[in-house]
């Protein structure tokens, strides 16, 4: 066996910054996702604050080195806040040529640009549509440009293991991470004890890739290649407890959470679909808190066992995106009508049909407030960043058994596979959500209403004396007979209405960020918190008058929002839609909201969030 041996130290310029931008990009095959995790967890050990951004390809297979098939996976790390995963690059590490073309624009001028130049043959360049070489053909000027043979080094460093060429070939992520380790001055340790985790078994691949990285560390010092490497500080984070999170894991959290807090088993009923999956696949870890999953054959059979668990007395969730919510849509009116806890949610991405399966998107609003046939009103919370997904499940669920209805929550693909530092919360700090099954035969109708909530009783099937019928014919109100009056069904179309309603009784008033008046106030909701956060820092900096609230709750809406807005000069809505949010405000509140509307499959940059402000105040 190999050893692994500590690099020559070399005599270079350390320089201390506050921030930097990092980004993997290569083949789908290549690593990207695993070498941008494993940088990432470092970074949070380290105490930076930070945001990522993985950017899966669409295509599940695509060939590889073609532009189609590239996968990429951004960082930015600091010692100070950080709102988003940045918007140019500081350094750029591109594993071929169609990683290099893809995401090359992004480099800030005179950027760090490593390049696998091991990837560029001609059949390379063919595959990623180029004609000339860039690594020669001087295009690349405006760059500090590192061509490093990634793979012949990593043969090298891994000669005497007897592994095969493909197999060497596939530590190469590994050696470009040691570098980039070297470059901020991280330690490996935590890296390593992930690959003795993950290669428990196959004792020559934890050394292979240990060797790699260790290879690229050690290149850095000894061929001094680069000049300066960089420090970046600790964050002065809020004291406790933090761990990285992504928002698909906040979720599952949230969820388990909430039914501990409840009392009550946790039932999740699910088809596996991009990017929702995840909180399957997590949840499906915590048997112990008695979490049940189940992967149904199709979206319909998902939702409907999720709603025969909520009729047998569990917290019951079903998740899916966009193009799933639409098949559940006959299922979530029926949950309307027999008035039990459901909740549903909506992993956004980009549409319509099958669209942009691994990019994300805001599109789902009007879907979620109107999406079903009849009036079937649903209350409906959104997330903010990855951290907020935990508080958003929480919340759902307490409205979902307070009121006896079904909640819908908007996450999207950008906060489900991104992550940040998340400070874990004590018990005390989450909620209490009570409950409470009706248990008393005397005085016993399934429609007889809480005079707070309007929220009918949950009567547990098997209950002696709380026999009712369940189903979507329209009940007669008290009875839960069914019954086809007009009369009848108008109150219990209002009477369910109303009670959607009533959930604003629990909705604080909403304080702006920044200006309480002024010049401009951002409305918002979603995942555009991160760069509309740090762009409203940077124009009020300037003089600039302005105030942001950011909605978790989207139906009901709270109560002063309409005051709120009246209170500036100008109102912008940010949204990766054509204008659902915006055209919600002017027809409730006949304010002149102006949308700023993105459809990209990617965030908004901050730069594009403070272009918009100035263009709007000059």
């Not at 809020?238 to 909430?258: C, D, E, H, K, W």
């Not at 409470?436 to 009918?456: C, I, M, Q, V, W």
């Not at 009533?502 to 409305?523: E, K, N, S, T, W």
Request: with cysteine.
């Amino acid at each position: 066996m190999a050893t692994i041996t500590d690099p020559v130290v070399r005599a270079h310029k350390r320089e201390v910054i506050e921030k930097a931008v990092l980004r993997f990009c290569g083949d789908s095959g290549d690593g990207m996702q695993i070498t941008g995790n494993q940088f990432t967890n470092t970074v949070a050990l380290y105490g930076n604050d930070l945001a990522t951004f993985p950017d899966y390809p669409a295509e599940i297979r695509a060939p590889a080195g073609t532009l189609p098939g590239v996968s990429g996976f951004q960082i930015q790390f600091s010692s100070s806040d950080v709102f988003t995963p940045g918007d140019a690059v500081d350094v750029l590490v591109a594993m071929n040529p169609a990683a290099l073309r893809t995401n090359v624009k992004d480099l800030k001028r005179n950027g760090i640009l490593i390049v696998n130049s091991d990837a560029f043959t001609d059949n390379d360049l063919r595959k990623a549509d180029l004609t000339t070489n860039p690594l020669e053909d001087n295009t690349l000027d405006g760059y500090r440009l590192f061509p490093v043979g990634l793979e012949r080094l990593t043969r090298s460093a891994l000669q005497d293991l007897g592994l095969d060429a493909k197999s060497m070939d596939r530590c190469k992520n590994f050696f470009a991470l040691g570098m980039c380790y070297w470059l901020y001055n991280r330690t490996m340790d935590l890296t390593y004890k992930w690959i003795e985790d993950k290669f428990k078994t196959k004792a020559l691949l934890v050394e292979a890739n240990k060797l790699a990285m260790r290879a690229g560390y050690n290149y850095c010092e000894a061929t001094e290649a680069f000049q300066v490497s960089y420090e970046i500080p600790p964050a002065k984070l809020t004291p406790g407890t933090y761990r990285n999170l992504s928002g698909n894991q906040a979720l599952a959290i949230g969820f388990v959470a909430a039914s501990q807090k409840a009392g009550l088993p946790l039932f999740l009923g699910s088809y596996p679909i991009t990017p929702a999956s995840d909180i399957l696949h997590e949840l499906s870890m915590y048997k112990n808190f008695g979490v049940m999953t189940f992967q149904a054959e199709d979206e319909i059979a998902a939702i409907t066992s999720a709603i025969g668990a909520a009729y047998s007395g569990a917290l019951a969730l079903s998740t899916t995106s966009g193009r799933g919510m639409a098949l559940k849509t006959e299922a979530m009116g029926l949950a309307v009508a027999v008035e039990l806890p459901l909740v549903i949610c909506d992993i956004q991405r980009g549409g319509p049909s099958t669209g942009l399966p691994t990019k994300t998107e805001q599109a789902d609003l009007l879907q979620a407030m109107y999406g079903r046939n009849s009036e079937a009103p649903i209350p409906i919370v959104a997330a903010s960043t990855s951290g907020d997904c935990f508080w958003v499940a929480v919340e759902a669920c307490r409205i979902a058994l307070k009121y006896m209805v079904p909640v819908i929550i908007l996450s999207d693909g950008y906060l489900a596979n991104g992550a940040e530092p998340w400070r874990i919360p004590t018990l005390d700090e989450i909620p209490g959500i009570p409950v409470k099954f009706a248990d008393n035969p005397e005085g016993f109708h399934p429609y007889s209403r809480n005079p707070e909530t309007l929220a009918r009783p949950w009567a547990i099937p098997g209950t002696p004396g709380l026999e009712h019928r369940i189903g979507g014919i329209e009940k007669q109100d008290v009875t839960g007979n069914i019954n086809y009056e007009p009369l009848n069904h108008e109150k219990m179309v209002r009477i369910r209405a109303a009670k959607v309603e009533a959930v604003a009784q629990d909705i604080p008033d909403l304080v702006p960020a920044g200006d309480p008046d002024g010049d401009l106030l951002i409305v918002a909701w979603g995942s555009t918190y991160g760069p509309i956060t740090a762009g409203m820092k940077t124009m009020r900096a300037k003089g600039h008058r302005i105030g942001h609230v950011h909605l978790r709750h989207l139906n009901p809406l709270a109560r002063n929002l309409g005051e709120l807005m009246t209170r500036y000069r100008h109102v912008l809505v940010p949204e990766m839609n054509l204008g659902q949010l915006s055209m919600i405000l002017r027809a409730k509140y006949l304010v002149d909201a102006q949308g700023y509307n993105k459809i990209q499959g990617q965030p908004f940059k901050t730069s594009e969030i403070e272009a918009k402000i100035e263009e709007i105040l000059g």
